[in-house]
């Protein structure tokens, strides 16, 4: 009468979906409307940076042979021949004791070999000729940035599905990228089941509550970046249930619905699976929050049944649809960065199932450390505002205690919001 | 002839911006288009979570009691007497041996005290009647999710300032807001300086770079929750250039240039902030890079002259324009994160001034360790797109080495993309 399911490891459902062969496409966008999204080719450097030798500062190019008697006692002193801006070339080429005035970012005359501040030297005025007084030895190549030290040309600067952060744009701007070849964001469909979902602006009635997860996986959806197309509440109805998620598929790469895939007798996905024709890898993961999930295939669709508790559905979002969404989107690390941290809290109580525990990290001397964020029962949804990792316990027969080393998978990818 | 400037500490700089009185402003925005935006109000519960006790499974819910005497060689049967989804209400109360059907997410029927879960009972159907079989004891309260366990009514749940995390988004969700009060964006207007820069559609010339500061600044004010607006080039007529600054003013909260702020021949910043009577609040930071940083304040309008050296831009915009932008945005936590990290590499060369180095970090048996991305040479631009921290050597006269703890300001506010 109820079907009984087989749990699967974790690590078995992500690598089932992961093999599925769903991929991305490329578009040509602007560059000022490029942050955040993911580059679909690497950016190559096409010139040298800096693409000549350059001042790093205002001052004088000289040249340093003229400096090699001068000292505090013995004071030299250069004409200044001609004074050049970024963006300018020098016209003259000095010859002994001449030197010329040179900005920040302007190319080195030729003739000249060192750089010298301009805080360092005193400035003459003689009638219409103008001197400078040194009073130290300048070596050769002092204060220059020399053609090629930052970057040699043809060099790979950025890899293929990085993504646009503000440094990685001061690069493309530097390599004439104004337009700016990146993955096209996903569509995800996104449905809610559930007779007892209100929208965020009904009155609560008895028995009900409000839609919270569809909010919460558009915005996953678009943390991830992809585009969150929201098609409202799945009708009680099978026929009318089956037909909307047939027309959602024809708009979106991935559909996710949140609830209905349980074993109750109001749970329509699975016969809607059955329906379609849809290949389920797996109806049940070996996991807490989340052992309901289903993620199944139709025609090169990606359909994810996401428990409709609220922290089940958020970890199933984050270990079972981000990584293909992030992989479509070109990424070389589609997963969740892991890494581990030290425990500030006990979990006595044994569970046969690998544990994703809601946590918040903290960083002292050096050392990360975790502890949970409020109760860890998976209808809970205010422990998810806080959370910025999961604590990854794997099931046992015996609990963890405070002190434990345990693995993270932190709720960002490499470290930084600029990454 | 050259203006000396005295450098004042970091910590002086970023307090003397932030003792400025610049303040955001508030605005209604729909939930769905709320991802990544400041609350402006704190999110307190306007009901209990859950707003009833209901059953976080599928399952049967029964009177504890009838089960006292059930085990493994001692089954009991009740007769199931009605059947109720989520958001539907029981209409008839259990008696002695009676049970009523319950899904997932359903209020707990008057008159039972505990659910059994689907799959640990037999289901047997006699002519029109429907039975369970039970074969363990089941105690009072068992498998109940009850009423306000999650959050009490009047809880503050988030606080002002916060940025709207999927998890976040569930919260508003949850308690009704299908309007959010949020932070109005502020607008940020950029100018780049440099007779230097090309844009990036353009052709190299001999001399001539690719502006890639602007389009950088963008993206870090985007980063910041900000609104950019570029204005293009500055002129390098004094005064067109002033006139430029002036209408910009008008348009913008905060306006920011690169370059133009050194003491140079071409550098017209300094003397704009004169002319505008603008009150100067430093003009030089005891840092590496960025120490030719320029704040000025003028008419309730903050003016940031950043360096116009890509990396000295990008840790000038970090220290002293985000801070003051987080806070118009109402963030109780403005400043970047700080953590301590060891040192992976060494730094023999003493530097008078406190160093900045963009690094990257790794975690490693939860340790922080840190190396940097590259030249530290303040005009690499290639740094800075593997950057995710900086790594802070205080000035003095010893170098620094592998295996040292030295401070990190981590390019993310709270460990999380999500926050």
């Given at each position: 009468?109820?079907?009984?399911?087989?749990?699967?490891?974790?690590?078995?459902?992500?690598?089932?979906?992961?093999?599925?062969?769903?991929e991305?496409?490329?578009?040509?966008?602007?560059?000022?409307?490029?942050?955040?999204?993911?580059?679909?080719?690497?950016?190559?450097?096409?010139?040298?940076?800096?693409?000549?030798?350059?001042?790093?500062?205002?001052?004088?190019?000289?040249?340093?042979?003229?400096?090699?008697?001068?000292?505090?006692?013995?004071?030299?002193?250069?004409?200044?021949?001609?004074?050049?801006?970024?963006?300018?070339?020098?016209?003259?080429?000095?010859?002994?004791?001449?030197?010329?005035?040179?900005?920040?970012?302007?190319?080195?005359?030729?003739?000249?070999?060192?750089?010298?501040?301009?805080?360092?030297?005193?400035?003459?005025?003689?009638?219409a000729?103008?001197?400078?007084?040194i009073?130290?030895?300048?070596?050769?190549?002092?204060?220059?940035?020399?053609?090629?030290?930052?970057?040699?040309?043809?060099?790979?600067?950025?890899?293929?599905?990085?993504?646009?952060?503000?440094?990685?744009?001061?690069?493309?701007?530097?390599?004439?990228?104004?337009k700016?070849?990146?993955?096209?964001?996903p569509?995800?469909?996104?449905?809610?089941?559930?007779?007892?979902?209100?929208?965020?602006?009904?009155?609560?009635?008895?028995?009900?509550?409000?839609?919270?997860?569809?909010?919460?996986?558009?915005?996953?959806?678009?943390?991830?970046?992809?585009?969150?197309?929201?098609?409202?509440?799945?009708?009680?109805?099978?026929?009318?249930?089956?037909?909307?998620?047939?027309?959602?598929?024809?708009?979106?790469?991935?559909?996710?619905?949140?609830?209905?895939?349980?074993?109750?007798?109001?749970?329509?996905?699975?016969?809607?699976?059955?329906?379609?024709?849809?290949?389920?890898?797996?109806?049940?993961?070996?996991?807490?929050?989340?052992s309901?999930?289903?993620?199944?295939?139709?025609?090169?669709?990606?359909?994810?049944?996401?428990?409709?508790?609220p922290?089940?559905?958020?970890v199933?979002?984050?270990?079972?649809?981000?990584?293909?969404?992030?992989?479509?989107?070109?990424?070389?690390?589609?997963?969740?960065?892991?890494?581990?941290?030290?425990?500030?809290?006990?979990?006595?109580?044994?569970?046969?199932?690998?544990?994703?525990?809601?946590?918040?990290?903290?960083?002292?001397?050096?050392?990360?450390?975790?502890?949970?964020?409020?109760?860890?029962k998976?209808?809970?949804?205010?422990?998810?505002?806080?959370?910025?990792?999961?604590?990854?316990?794997?099931?046992?027969?015996r609990?963890?205690?405070?002190g434990?080393?345990?693995?993270?998978?932190?709720?960002?990818?490499?470290?930084?919001?600029?990454?």
């Amino acid at each position: 009468m109820v079907e009984r399911r087989k749990p699967i490891p974790v690590q078995e459902a992500v690598d089932k979906v992961m093999a599925l062969s769903y991929e991305g496409s490329t578009e040509l966008i602007s560059l000022s409307e490029s942050d955040g999204r993911h580059l679909s080719e690497d950016v190559k450097a096409d010139h040298d940076v800096p693409p000549f030798d350059r001042s790093p500062y205002d001052g004088f190019a000289i040249r340093s042979v003229d400096t090699y008697n001068a000292g505090q006692d013995s004071p030299i002193e250069l004409e200044v021949i001609e004074e050049i801006g970024a963006g300018t070339v020098a016209t003259k080429i000095p010859e002994a004791n001449q030197a010329i005035r040179i900005m920040t970012g302007a190319p080195i005359p030729e003739g000249t070999d060192a750089v010298i501040m301009l805080e360092l030297v005193q400035e003459l005025q003689v009638e219409a000729q103008h001197f400078i007084k040194i009073k130290r030895r300048v070596k050769k190549g002092d204060n220059l940035s020399l053609q090629g030290e930052d970057t040699r040309k043809g060099t790979i600067l950025v890899e293929k599905g990085s993504i646009i952060t503000p440094g990685v744009k001061a690069l493309l701007a530097t390599f004439g990228y104004a337009k700016v070849p990146v993955a096209v964001k996903p569509d995800v469909g996104i449905f809610a089941t559930g007779t007892e979902l209100l929208d965020p602006e009904e009155a609560l009635e008895p028995g009900k509550i409000r839609n919270s997860n569809s909010p919460m996986i558009e915005g996953q959806v678009k943390a991830a970046g992809a585009n969150p197309l929201y098609f409202g509440k799945l009708d009680d109805d099978f026929e009318t249930c089956f037909t909307s998620v047939q027309q959602a598929l024809e708009k979106v790469d991935l559909l996710i619905t949140t609830g209905g895939v349980s074993v109750g007798d109001y749970d329509y996905l699975p016969a809607i699976y059955e329906k379609l024709g849809a290949t389920v890898l797996f109806n049940k993961v070996g996991m807490r929050p989340g052992s309901v999930t289903t993620v199944a295939e139709w025609n090169g669709k990606l359909l994810f049944g996401l428990s409709g508790n609220p922290s089940a559905c958020f970890v199933g979002f984050e270990l079972f649809a981000r990584p293909i969404l992030k992989r479509a989107l070109f990424s070389q690390y589609p997963y969740r960065m892991k890494s581990m941290g030290t425990l500030l809290t006990d979990f006595p109580k044994p569970n046969p199932f690998t544990r994703f525990v809601r946590c918040r990290t903290e960083e002292r001397e050096g050392r990360i450390y975790v502890k949970p964020t409020g109760l860890d029962k998976s209808g809970s949804v205010t422990s998810l505002a806080e959370a910025n990792a999961f604590a990854v316990l794997p099931g046992g027969t015996r609990g963890y205690k405070s002190g434990d080393l345990v693995d993270l998978i932190h709720l960002r990818d490499g470290g930084s919001d600029y990454l």
